[in-house]
């Protein structure tokens, strides 16, 4: 009733009276179909207009979501979902398991391409489906009744309810998808089930989300309005937060840490970000194929405190792990030299580099490539200078856009070095394990290591989480030995955060939605 | 008349061709797909993707398949916008970029003939030092420089102007984007005006006017305005076919959701369907536009017959 005054007067002047949050949201989302998304954009909405099975809380503890509770069989295969009796659809709608078997196979379904369909693949039979060898039917999540929801897994996975908190695992609404076809998520028409609903898109300016009265748990909703803006450039989104214009900005402009840490210290929001920053070999080609000695020296003589402090300069945390520390408790074996002072890593990195064959003055051709940013190739740069001084490798930096490299990458063309990146997709150690196996479709080093595939196979098979994160430490450590790539930085999540914004707190994988917010009444907080 | 439309018009068609058969070639040829990321996608999925988009059939019948459509209106599936049209993202950005571009166009023309003729009329006195000083700063600074600082000036020191967004579609929110897109514009018109007015003062039918006693308000007005804008006329057809389809730099900094951006946007994402939409289209404006500035030759100039 309240919403329908308050969008009743369309006013600028209704801004004082209505609760509405302006957010900066980087990219244009390329959908608002749960299944058709991949980037962080669309994720930010979908987590604000949607709800999974499970859903976390502010700082990323899993809660319960549609299902108010589950029940997990003692081999870790079997799950049972018990459904909310109140969970409804924003048009009033219950929502059924018979919603969730839909929705999932419909993630599953090669007809649909879905990006992120790998999620289920851990369910029964979900890889043949995607594959296009089975049916949808044949997906092992089944209704038992209106309320409940059954689904067989084929092998114990210790992070299956955090997928079933990830967008792409939202049910979607059955009648509009069959009666809209792909343009179901449109506004007018899309059905979702979360805290807000869709009011409003504008490709390329914004997507206006309003309150879901019949959200389950709306009465702990406290902002009623959302606006989630496009804005690619960060500079653009810095003057409109300074303008007054946005209360919490997606990212901060390269090289502006500084500044707005003395100007605007109070409303910084930076916090650790399960993500790492690398330099991949190939290790397909010649120098770095089954040369393991020059890898490390590369490795040891890169000095990643200047990197983090000289270089970038914004709280991020040196790596020499590949998984960032404190992913859902895990901590990283230590490599062994992270705690060496400089002069005796670029000893044992020249006397590798010896080791290897090499010398000042006979040193490996080989290039280092990166994709056009002016952040990349301060860094490329930097790393250049590092390996000059200390081995006297001359190393030809080479600017890529960004997807003729990745073309180059996958092709295994490289010669020599690239910059990547990994970003966690659920708060688990395996989200980084799994790119080093031998069969990932991400690992694009060409690592290929029979032990350590074998370790994160015993990992998959075992129950226990502490003998599980006791395997992946023993892979990792064995990976780190090898250095198929060099770890770099772990990354920060930036946020600019206007101070009229209340329970805002950090979370790992960065997600902060707004029914978890709030706005502090009383004059206006932003700068 | 007539018969030159209908000449220009066919001789369109060949011309668009060759357009799209070349974009639809160059966008293919450059490496890396419409769904390449650092997540790679498991090889199954992408199969999935590539059929959905009938990438995995053999170029030729993609080539048709794509002609067929376009001469029924439609541009295809965006690759990246999966839930839109090509078509859609078209006919949702161009009235934006429409709007802030033809008035862009129109201030820059009104100020800078202005301009122009001023400096012209006062050649080498401090007026047109500083007129022609201006204009070279306006060209000379880039929009990217430009746009950012005016945002700081009058939206968050002054607090006259939104920073950025439609808005509610006033027009205060169009006021520095149109300023920043009609700067640059501003001063090309200006110096073009300026060159080509000193060229026709001096000519003999001024000198002529003027020795028959006409006031010089009249000299410039009725006679030496329509042939020095010869010039100008030239330059804002393709300019204007320009700026009506959008700056992906103003629409980044002020949050304008026009076409600009899906030119650099769309190949960066490799978005097949999206790049080829904008290039037909800005082709069939750029073809559209010369012709009318052909049409206004005729009426400007006596001695251009059709």
């Known amino acids: ?106 993630l599953a379904d090669p007809g649909t391409a879905a990006f992120y369909a790998s999620l289920l693949g851990a369910i029964v039979n979900a890889e043949a489906i995607t594959r296009g060898e089975m049916p949808p039917e044949r997906l092992a999540v089944t209704v038992l009744d209106d309320g409940r929801l059954h689904i067989r897994l084929k092998q114990a996975t210790a992070y299956f309810l955090q997928l079933l908190s990830f967008p792409s695992t939202y049910p979607v609404h059955r009648d509009s998808v069959e009666r809209y076809g792909t343009d179901f998520a449109r506004p007018g028409r899309l059905l979702s089930n ?49 303008a007054g214009e946005l209360d919490i900005t997606s990212a901060i402009p390269a090289g502006s840490f500084a500044r707005l840490n003395r100007d605007m210290p109070a409303l910084l929001r930076v916090a650790p970000y399960l993500a790492t920053y690398y330099l991949g070999f190939n290790l397909h080609r010649e120098p770095f194929a089954g040369n393991r000695s020059l890898r490390r020296a590369l490795s040891l003589a890169i000095d990643r405190e200047v990197i983090t402090q000289r270089v970038l300069g914004n709280g991020e945390q040196p790596a020499y792990s590949w998984t960032p520390p404190g992913i859902n408790g895990y901590l990283p074996p230590p490599v062994g030299y992270e705690q060496w002072p400089p002069g005796q890593r670029l000893a044992e990195a020249r006397r590798l580099y010896r080791e290897a064959g090499y010398g000042p003055e006979n040193g490996p051709e080989m290039e280092l490539r990166f994709n056009t940013s002016e952040a990349h190739q301060r860094i490329a740069v930097a790393v250049q200078a590092m390996w000059k001084e200390a081995l006297g490798l001359e190393v030809t930096l080479v600017q890529e856009e960004f997807r003729v490299m990745l073309q180059k990458i996958r092709g295994g063309q490289v010669n020599g070095l690239f910059r990547s990146s990994w970003i966690a997709d659920y708060d688990d150690p395996l989200t980084f394990a799994e790119v080093l196996a031998s069969d990932s479709a991400t690992n694009m080093t060409g690592y290929n290591n029979p032990e350590y595939d074998s370790l994160l196979e015993k990992a998959a098979q075992e129950h226990n989480a502490t003998k599980r994160y006791a395997l992946l430490e023993k892979a990792e450590a064995l990976a780190m030995e090898d250095v198929p790539l060099i770890p770099v930085y772990h990354y920060v999540s930036k946020h600019l955060v206007a101070s009229r914004v209340g329970g805002w707190q950090d979370h790992a994988l960065d997600y902060h939605m707004s029914k978890d917010l709030f706005l502090i009444p009383e004059g206006d907080g932003r700068q | 008349m007539i018969r030159y439309a209908i000449q220009r018009f066919l001789g369109a068609i060949p011309t668009l061709l060759i357009l799209i058969a070349l974009a639809f070639i160059m966008i293919r040829v450059a490496p890396g797909g419409p769904f390449d990321a650092e997540k790679q996608l498991l090889p199954e999925i992408e199969a999935n993707l590539r059929a959905a988009y009938h990438l995995d059939e053999p170029l030729v019948q993609q080539f048709g398949r794509y002609l067929y459509a376009l001469i029924q209106g439609d541009f295809g599936p965006s690759f990246q916008y999966r839930d839109h049209t090509v078509t859609e993202l078209i006919m949702d950005g161009f009235p934006v970029s429409l709007r802030l571009g033809g008035l862009a166009m129109l201030l820059a023309l009104i100020v800078g003939v202005s301009l122009g003729t001023l400096a012209a009329f006062r050649q080498n006195t401090p007026t047109d030092y500083t007129v022609m000083g201006v204009a070279m700063t306006g060209i000379s600074i880039p929009n990217f420089v430009m746009a950012p600082l005016m945002i700081l000036l009058f939206a968050v020191y002054l607090k006259w102007l939104p920073a950025g967004g439609l808005g509610d579609g006033g027009i205060a929110n169009l006021v520095l984007p149109v300023i920043a897109l009609a700067l640059p514009q501003i001063a090309y018109v200006a110096r073009l005006t300026r060159g080509s007015m000193i060229e026709v003062l001096r000519s003999n039918f001024i000198r002529t006017a003027s020795a028959q006693g006409l006031p010089m308000r009249t000299v410039i007005v009725q006679h030496a305005l329509k042939p020095a804008l010869l010039p100008v006329i030239s330059y804002i057809g393709p300019a204007t076919a320009a700026i009506i389809t959008g700056s992906v730099v103003i629409e980044q900094i002020f949050g304008v959701p026009g076409l600009g951006r899906y030119f650099v946007q769309g190949a960066l994402n490799r978005d097949y369907t999206l790049v080829m939409g904008v290039v037909v289209f800005y082709g069939v404006l750029i073809i559209s536009f010369n012709f009318l500035v052909d049409l206004l030759y005729g009426w400007l100039d006596p001695r251009v017959k059709y």
């Open chain 1, 194 to 242: 979360g805290a807000y609903r869709l009011q409003e898109r504008v490709v390329g300016s914004h997507v206006k989300l309003t309150r879901n009265p019949f959200y389950w748990n709306d009465a702990q909703t406290r902002i009623d309005e959302v606006i989630f803006y496009a804005l690619p450039d960060n500079m653009a989104e810095l003057l409109r937060f300074r």
């Open chain 1, 1 to 106: 009733m309240l919403l329908s005054v308050l969008a009743a007067c369309g006013t600028p002047d209704s801004t004082d009276h209505t609760s509405r949050l302006l957010r900066g949201n980087g990219a244009e989302p390329e959908s608002l179909d749960p299944h058709a998304v991949r980037s962080e954009a669309a994720g930010n909405i979908l987590r604000d207009i949607g709800e999974g099975l499970v859903s976390f809380t502010a700082d990323g503890r899993i809660v319960a979501g549609v299902a108010e509770s589950w029940t997990i069989s003692p081999d870790g295969l079997e799950y049972e979902f018990l459904l909310r009796p109140d969970a409804r659809w924003s048009n009033g709608d219950p929502i059924t398991a018979d919603d969730f078997v839909y929705s999932f196979r419909r």
